[in-house]
């Protein structure tokens, strides 16, 4: 309970505060003496519904954004997608605007035919050689390495020797859902 009420009473002076409202104006808006809400607002006096109601009205907002919000975990827990020889570790949560992966390409095999979706790709090359087929162009990118480019451009990526190539891949959601997927569409389906 401590955690909560000492957070009521710095959201209730900076929701009031960034309405402009003195204490004596928002107090007489929500019918309560000006030293209440003074105590409300040092936490000298315990916040209840019967005097956060009519402050949260006068304000505009809910009760529930005068409260903490919950301790959330920033750690992604999503399972390890193995596709096509590759290996992909999410490192974004679900959901995100960008999605952002970990991928691994195996040593250099069967060249992959060129892809096309929407939107853009950025990669990173963590270690090994990586091959970055974009149209008729051929770019080989070693460790510490980026590129970015538009994935309406026809493209693959492959390894570009003997040893896999580790590389960070970001992507909007279009490209999440070709590259993380198994496709019904084969054109679709690949990196």
Same mark, same amino acid.
């Given at each position: 309970?401590?955690s909560?009420?000492?957070?009521?009473?710095?959201?209730l002076?900076?929701?009031r505060?960034a /309405?402009?409202?003195?204490?004596?104006?928002?107090?007489? /808006?929500a019918? %309560?003496?000006?030293?209440?809400?003074?105590r409300l607002?040092?936490?000298?006096?315990q916040?209840? @519904?019967?005097? %956060? %109601? =009519?402050l949260?009205?006068?304000?505009?907002?809910r009760?529930? +954004? @005068?409260? =903490?919000?919950?301790?959330?975990?920033?750690?992604?827990?999503?399972? &390890? #997608?193995?596709?096509? !020889?590759? *290996? #992909?570790?999410?490192?974004?949560?679900? !959901?995100?605007?960008?999605?952002?992966? /970990? #991928?691994?390409?195996?040593?250099?095999g069967?060249?992959?035919?060129?892809? $096309?979706?929407?939107?853009?790709?950025?990669?990173? *090359?963590?270690?090994?050689?990586?091959? @970055?087929?974009?149209?008729?162009?051929e770019? &080989?990118?070693?460790?510490?390495?980026?590129?970015e480019?538009?994935?309406?451009?026809?493209?693959?990526?492959?390894?570009?020797?003997?040893?896999? &190539?580790?590389?960070?891949?970001?992507? !909007?959601v279009?490209?999440?859902? $070709?590259?993380?997927? &198994?496709?019904? +569409? =084969?054109e /679709?389906?690949?990196?």
């Amino acid at each position: 309970m401590g955690s909560v009420a000492s957070h009521v009473g710095p959201r209730l002076r900076a929701l009031r505060h960034a /309405r402009g409202l003195t204490l004596e104006e928002l107090a007489a /808006r929500a019918q %309560l003496s000006p030293s209440t809400l003074s105590r409300l607002e040092s936490g000298k006096r315990q916040a209840t @519904l019967e005097l %956060l %109601l =009519p402050l949260t009205r006068q304000l505009g907002v809910r009760i529930d +954004d @005068l409260l =903490p919000e919950a301790d959330v975990d920033p750690r992604v827990r999503r399972p &390890v #997608i193995k596709r096509d !020889g590759l *290996v #992909i570790a999410p490192l974004s949560p679900e !959901g995100s605007a960008l999605a952002t992966y /970990r #991928i691994t390409y195996p040593p250099a095999g069967e060249e992959p035919s060129l892809k $096309v979706h929407e939107g853009h790709q950025w990669l990173y *090359v963590l270690s090994g050689r990586l091959r @970055l087929r974009l149209g008729e162009q051929e770019f &080989v990118l070693a460790e510490g390495e980026a590129a970015e480019f538009d994935t309406g451009t026809p493209h693959a990526i492959t390894s570009a020797g003997r040893r896999p &190539v580790q590389a960070l891949a970001i992507f !909007g959601v279009d490209g999440a859902r $070709v590259h993380t997927h &198994v496709a019904t +569409d =084969p054109e /679709r389906n690949g990196i």
